[in-house]
């Protein structure tokens, strides 16, 4: 099983800064790779598909990179309503998984 | 625009089954994967398992012996049961729709608590 492990677990910024976050993961997963976005009492919201593909909708300040082992999602600049949990999610190797998630909160 | 809605009993006894429904509108289940995941404190989110119409189902090996998804095409529906369930089954629950070889899982259901207890 891979394992996917984002970090940092908790990132304190304020509106208007720029976030990074990232998933890495214990074997190669290509460009499998997903974001969601996750605010309470929702379901998770698809942000970005196949490590750099935004989901029709999601604003341009979101985006994705990385391939392999490595990937990142930034934040260009912070909106009020992006302060939510984050996940990352393999759809490579079975069984499809998810990281622990990033809360991304307001300093 | 696609929604999903899942429904079933909020409460479960400990060695009983777990059953959730999720009802699709807004588009064909032909085409597409139907995935249930589950998300608790504990464990996070976990996928459990997803049906396509031709092609079948799959589960996770962790929840392999004790899961069964099925879909009902003349109601729209797929379903969920788990047996033997224990505290440890205590989640939310979240049917969603699986893009497959184009994507991962894009429009969810709004997720259903489920409390194991006796």
């Known amino acids: 099983e891979v394992v996917l492990t984002q970090s940092p677990a908790t990132l304190s910024l304020s509106p208007g800064d720029r976030a990074t976050l990232s998933c890495r993961a214990s074997q190669s997963v290509r460009t499998y790779l997903a974001w969601y976005q996750q605010k309470p009492g929702q379901a998770p919201r698809l942000l970005i598909y196949?490590?750099?593909n935004r989901e029709p909708g999601i604003p341009a300040r979101f985006s994705g990179s990385g391939s392999g082992t490595d990937f990142t999602l930034t934040i260009s600049s912070l909106e009020p309503e992006d302060f939510a949990v984050y996940f990352c999610h393999q759809r490579y190797i079975w069984p499809r998984n998810f990281g622990q998630g990033t809360k991304l909160e307001i300093k | 625009q696609v929604q999903l809605q899942e429904s079933g009993p909020r409460l479960v006894r400990p060695s009983e089954t777990l059953s959730l429904t999720c009802t699709v509108s807004g588009g064909s289940m032909s085409g597409f994967y139907w995935s249930w995941i589950r998300q608790s404190a504990a464990k996070g989110l976990e996928w459990i398992g997803r049906i396509h119409l031709i092609e079948g189902t799959v589960y996770s090996a962790s929840l392999e012996s004790r899961v069964t998804i099925s879909a009902d095409t003349s109601k729209n529906q797929f379903s969920l049961r788990l047996t033997s369930v224990t505290a440890a089954d205590t989640a939310v629950y979240y049917c969603a729709r699986d893009r497959g070889s184009k994507g991962p899982e894009d429009y969810w259901g709004q997720g259903i608590l489920v409390t194991v207890s006796s």
């Open positions: 196949d490590a750099s």
